[in-house]
């Protein structure tokens, strides 16, 4: 009960400043960050739902952007952190618990946080950090825990959100009336009330179809020992042929932890990920959804354009859909071991391989078909496509971390490490005629009977190598200066011998003007802090630039007679070298009102 001598004691909530963020070979509170960084939490996952992890950063992730060209199930993202950098590639780094990886491989139920380092920070991860940098951490087990099994699932519908208004059969009909009238030709349709065709290609096309996701896990530890082990099955159709358009991915976590003794812990993170997947043409010219809104609601849901009256690259959607044939399986295993040495309670050594090794299969078949005279999509021909492609890499990293306070005030931390990547693998792609039957049952390069005059076999093989070195140094003043230094030396095997080597570096600062006297009495300001980043970050747009490859194509004469053939590619480049951005940040984080306002500004 209350009483006059009652005392109450208000408290600051640092909980979110106090939370600790990922920035590459450490961590740092947020309160101390000196880089412009976004986190997205589990929480938050957990609520979205989302079919790709990169979803999850659609519009929660300042200077983030994340885009489809496809609605088709599995198609995956394309993330873009502040905007096109390069000329080449602009994905960003992917690092999940310390090795590279690729976004769609993950459960996204797996995952405990998405960071994004969007500015000079990500000088540490040199020429692979040029796009940005999204650490991903996934969930692990809690020490002195009880086994914990957890299921969910959920299931939905998909549809689509809007169809295009076209014109029905009467609209449809009159325009052509006036067409012929406009020509002086006799009318093809005299009597509009007569019509009785009346095809709605869009209502025909479009379906509202299932998804359907499946995790359950296990979780738990010891006094020495963490476990987490996942599984996730997702199951998505697509809302137009859901037989010729869907995606199914499964995916396998396990994440140990070991307390070897006070001094060494190891740990282990592997990721099985398996997808299959069914496609046709969507988008474009020439697509399904062009020729849907193309075809004449005059027509019958069986009818083909045989006299031509739409030109020669519109033919009958569904039938498009009947005659199209793929299918696509991909797995992968990927992870790494990590050990990690506690020389003393200032000094660290951390040691860990990572790796991932993907493989796929692929098959097309093109089945003789006819829409009509002089329609593009003719075959007189059967044709099977079989790929198959291996891709492989590993990265080993073993870094130094020295953490201590100097007389009292002054506090530094220093990363000092080094970095070996290989990346490396082959594809063979062969294509075969004749497919028995005309049948996709019997679309197999092995059952083909017939031979064409080019040669229908490719392969190809690559291995690129990476050697780096890097160091950071982490500084502040009573907590309220901050300065950070980084510098990173690359080498790649992708230039010649003289181009190699770059070093890439970048400096950070922050302020944290609400720990000053003159606004520590500051009732609305809970947090205000003035940061900036400057430096330089590299990006491998290319490999083997420097040599002449046979990938261009020619043709010779040879015998009175044309012969298809191979020529030099695109021109060497001898100096060929990094792309080199500077990145420029000024930044602002401030809480205001009991932090129930939180404003971060940033300008670059």
């Given at each position: 009960?209350?009483?006059?001598?009652?005392?109450?004691?208000?408290?600051?909530?640092?909980?979110?400043?106090?939370?600790?963020?990922?920035?590459?070979?450490?961590?740092?509170?947020?309160?101390?960050?000196?880089?412009?960084?976004?986190?997205?939490?589990?929480?938050?996952?957990?609520?979205?739902?989302?079919?790709?992890?990169?979803?999850?950063?659609?519009?929660?992730?300042?200077?983030?952007?994340?885009?489809?060209?496809?609605?088709?199930?599995?198609?995956?993202?394309?993330?873009?952190?502040?905007?096109?950098?390069?000329?080449?590639?602009?994905?960003?780094?992917?690092?999940?618990?310390?090795?590279?990886?690729?976004?769609?491989?993950?459960?996204?139920?797996?995952?405990?946080?998405?960071?994004?380092?969007?500015?000079?920070?990500?000088?540490?991860?040199?020429?692979?950090?040029?796009?940005?940098?999204?650490?991903?951490?996934?969930?692990?087990?809690?020490?002195?825990?009880?086994?914990?099994?957890?299921?969910?699932?959920?299931?939905?519908?998909?549809?689509?959100?809007?169809?295009?208004?076209?014109?029905?059969?009467?609209?449809?009909?009159?325009?052509?009336?006036?067409?012929?009238?406009?020509?002086?030709?006799?009318?093809?349709?005299?009597?509009?009330?007569?019509?009785?065709t009346n095809t709605d290609w869009q209502d025909n096309l479009f379906d509202t179809?299932?998804?359907?996701?499946?995790?359950?896990?296990?979780?738990?530890?010891?006094?020495?020992?963490?476990?987490?082990?996942?599984?996730?099955?997702?199951?998505?159709?697509?809302?137009?042929?859901?037989?010729?358009?869907?995606?199914?991915?499964?995916?396998?976590?396990?994440?140990?932890?070991?307390?070897?003794?006070?001094?060494?812990?190891?740990?282990?993170?592997?990721?099985?990920?398996?997808?299959?997947?069914?496609?046709?043409?969507?988008?474009?010219?020439?697509?399904?959804?062009?020729?849907?809104?193309?075809?004449?609601?005059?027509?019958?849901?069986?009818?083909?354009?045989?006299?031509?009256?739409?030109?020669?690259?519109?033919?009958?959607?569904?039938?498009?859909?009947?005659?199209?044939?793929?299918?696509?399986?991909?797995?992968?295993?990927?992870?790494?071991?990590?050990?990690?040495?506690?020389?003393?309670?200032?000094?660290?050594?951390?040691?860990?391989?990572?790796?991932?090794?993907?493989?796929?299969?692929?098959?097309?078949?093109?089945?003789?078909?006819?829409?009509?005279?002089?329609?593009?999509?003719?075959?007189?021909?059967?044709?099977?496509?079989?790929?198959?492609?291996?891709?492989?890499?590993?990265?080993?990293?073993?870094?130094?971390?020295?953490?201590?306070?100097?007389?009292?005030?002054?506090?530094?931390?220093?990363?000092?490490?080094?970095?070996?990547?290989?990346?490396?693998?082959?594809?063979?792609?062969?294509?075969?005629?004749?497919?028995?039957?005309?049948?996709?049952?019997?679309?197999?390069?092995?059952?083909?009977?017939?031979?064409?005059?080019?040669?229908?076999?490719?392969?190809?093989?690559?291995?690129?190598?990476?050697?780096?070195?890097?160091?950071?140094?982490?500084?502040?003043?009573?907590?309220?200066?901050?300065?950070?230094?980084?510098?990173?030396?690359?080498?790649?095997?992708?230039?010649?011998?003289?181009?190699?080597?770059?070093?890439?570096?970048?400096?950070?600062?922050?302020?944290?003007?609400?720990?000053?006297?003159?606004?520590?009495?500051?009732?609305?300001?809970?947090?205000?802090?003035?940061?900036?980043?400057?430096?330089?970050?590299?990006?491998?747009?290319?490999?083997?630039?420097?040599?002449?490859?046979?990938?261009?194509?020619?043709?010779?004469?040879?015998?009175?007679?044309?012969?298809?053939?191979?020529?030099?590619?695109?021109?060497?480049?001898?100096?060929?070298?990094?792309?080199?951005?500077?990145?420029?940040?000024?930044?602002?984080?401030?809480?205001?009102?009991?932090?129930?306002?939180?404003?971060?500004?940033?300008?670059?």
């Open positions: 009960p209350a009483t006059a001598d009652m005392q109450v004691q208000m408290m600051e909530d640092n909980e979110a400043l106090d939370e600790v963020i990922l920035i590459g070979y450490g961590s740092k509170s947020k309160k101390d960050l000196t880089g412009s960084v976004s986190m997205v939490k589990s929480e938050t996952i957990e609520k979205l739902k989302p079919v790709d992890v990169s979803q999850a950063l659609q519009g929660r992730a300042t200077g983030v952007s994340v885009t489809t060209a496809s609605g088709a199930p599995g198609s995956g993202f394309r993330v873009l952190i502040r905007g096109v950098s390069s000329n080449s590639d602009n994905d960003p780094l992917v690092v999940v618990d310390g090795y590279i990886a690729s976004m769609n491989s993950i459960n996204p139920d797996d995952i405990e946080s998405l960071t994004v380092l969007k500015d000079a920070q990500a000088a540490i991860y040199g020429i692979e950090g040029a796009n940005g940098v999204i650490l991903v951490t996934t969930k692990k087990g809690s020490k002195n825990t009880a086994p914990k099994v957890s299921y969910n699932v959920y299931t939905g519908i998909q549809e689509t959100t809007k169809k295009l208004s076209l014109l029905n059969n009467v609209e449809y009909a009159g325009l052509l009336n006036e067409s012929y009238a406009a020509n002086g030709v006799s009318l093809p349709y005299p009597n509009l009330s007569a019509l009785e179809v299932n998804i359907s996701n499946h995790n359950i896990s296990l979780s738990g530890g010891t006094e020495t020992l963490t476990y987490y082990l996942g599984a996730s099955h997702l199951d998505q159709e697509g809302i137009i042929a859901k037989d010729k358009s869907n995606f199914v991915r499964d995916n396998v976590k396990l994440s140990l932890g070991v307390d070897i003794n006070d001094k060494l812990t190891t740990k282990l993170n592997l990721n099985y990920f398996a997808n299959s997947r069914k496609t046709f043409n969507e988008s474009g010219l020439g697509g399904v959804l062009f020729n849907a809104i193309s075809y004449s609601p005059l027509f019958t849901l069986e009818q083909e354009d045989t006299n031509g009256l739409f030109g020669n690259e519109i033919i009958n959607p569904l039938s498009q859909i009947r005659d199209t044939y793929n299918s696509y399986f991909g797995n992968s295993i990927e992870g790494n071991f990590q050990l990690e040495y506690k020389v003393s309670d200032a000094l660290t050594a951390t040691t860990r391989m990572g790796f991932k090794s993907y493989s796929d299969k692929a098959k097309v078949f093109s089945p003789i078909v006819n829409y009509g005279a002089g329609k593009v999509f003719n075959t007189d021909r059967s044709t099977v496509t079989q790929s198959k492609e291996q891709f492989n890499s590993y990265t080993w990293d073993t870094f130094l971390n020295y953490k201590n306070t100097f007389l009292e005030n002054h506090n530094a931390d220093l990363t000092v490490g080094m970095s070996v990547t290989k990346d490396w693998g082959d594809g063979l792609f062969a294509t075969g005629y004749d497919v028995p039957n005309n049948s996709w049952e019997f679309a197999d390069i092995a059952l083909t009977t017939g031979t064409n005059d080019a040669r229908e076999t490719g392969s190809y093989t690559y291995d690129n190598r990476l050697l780096s070195y890097f160091t950071r140094l982490q500084y502040d003043f009573k907590g309220k200066y901050l300065l950070s230094a980084m510098l990173r030396r690359d080498a790649s095997s992708a230039f010649d011998k003289d181009y190699r080597v770059d070093y890439f570096k970048s400096i950070t600062a922050g302020w944290k003007i609400s720990e000053e006297a003159f606004l520590q009495d500051n009732s609305f300001i809970n947090f205000l802090k003035l940061r900036t980043s400057y430096g330089t970050l590299g990006n491998l747009v290319g490999s083997d630039l420097y040599r002449a490859s046979l990938n261009g194509e020619a043709t010779y004469v040879f015998n009175n007679a044309l012969t298809n053939g191979t020529a030099l590619g695109p021109l060497p480049n001898p100096v060929a070298s990094w792309e080199t951005a500077e990145k420029l940040d000024i930044g602002l984080d401030a809480q205001l009102f009991n932090n129930k306002l939180e404003i971060i500004a940033d300008f670059f």
